[in-house]
């Protein structure tokens, strides 16, 4: 019986600017859809998506999707689509209000936010993106949520999800781009949609790092040409401790080339299947 895999990430090819995390996505998505693999994606509907082009369509089961953020229950929906040439589906969370300033060149850039409007915005995404799966009577294997932006997934379904049946048995991988910086929330806007724990150490990018990988069952490195700017991050001790410890459970993936031909990505979709089959 084929995995269900399910992707929760703030950058997709060819959606938004080109990336190693969002070149990753589409061509190992593509290929596992090729292969009759169940492989679905959740994606903010930022501002410069048009709706018109990738043809956005309504589900009514997700008409509304909401989140508790301070003391109401805001409402957002989801749109889906496919990624262009394939029939792999795309869920785009409709937030207008907060993903409208989340331009093109914030999702294209690795600057730390200086808005708290973007952060709330992803942590908004990031409760969305569960809500949304009992809502669609679709329960993935394995979840991969991206870098520092979706950090947040393995925390919540090891601690506040832990004993909701839906989320039981779901396996969560964390997935970093070492061509990407990795950043914290503000304890201000982790308390707006109540995230308890060590504020501590959840404000602070090696703390929030440390406790997302301890807290995943996989951890994936996604390397390339570029710089690493994650290196510093990962040599730290308590950190390098927990991916010493996980073993065959941790796995570099080199991306050293931005073409979507299938005779390079396949091999790796293989190996990333393969990888994940094995949790």
Not at 6 to 18: G, L
Request: hydrophobic share 40%; aromatic share 12%.
């Amino acid at each position: 019986m084929n995995l269900k895999i399910y992707n929760i990430s703030k950058r997709v090819s060819p959606f938004t600017p080109p990336s190693t995390e969002g070149d990753f996505i589409c061509n190992t998505s593509k290929v596992y859809n090729e292969n009759k693999i169940d492989v679905r994606i959740f994606l903010p509907r930022y501002g410069y998506i048009s709706e018109r082009k990738y043809i956005l369509r309504e589900v009514i089961r997700l008409k509304e999707i909401s989140v508790k953020m301070d003391n109401e229950e805001l409402i957002s929906s989801v749109k889906s689509a496919f990624i262009p040439d394939s029939r792999v589906q795309v869920y785009f969370n409709i937030f207008p209000d907060h993903y409208r300033e989340i331009t093109k060149q914030v999702t294209s850039n690795y600057i730390k936010p200086k808005n708290m409007n973007v952060y709330n915005a992803f942590l908004m995404y990031t409760f969305s993106a569960l809500n949304t799966l009992e809502r669609l009577y679709w329960k993935p294997d394995i979840i991969l949520c991206y870098n520092w932006h979706s950090a947040i997934v393995p925390i919540l379904l090891k601690t506040v999800l832990k004993d909701h049946d839906w989320f039981k048995n779901i396996k969560v991988v964390t997935v970093l781009s070492a061509d990407e910086p990795f950043f914290a929330f503000p304890e201000k806007a982790l308390k707006r949609v109540h995230v308890n724990g060590n504020m501590n150490q959840l404000t602070d990018p090696a703390g929030l790092l440390q406790t997302a990988l301890d807290m995943s069952d996989a951890v994936i490195q996604l390397k390339s040409k570029k710089e690493n700017k994650l290196a510093p991050l990962l040599k730290k001790k308590k950190i390098n401790a927990i991916l010493s410890a996980k073993k065959e459970h941790y796995k570099i993936f080199n991306i050293n080339t931005p073409n979507n031909n299938i005779e390079f990505w396949g091999p790796i979709a293989k190996e990333l299947y393969e990888f994940l089959d094995n949790l």
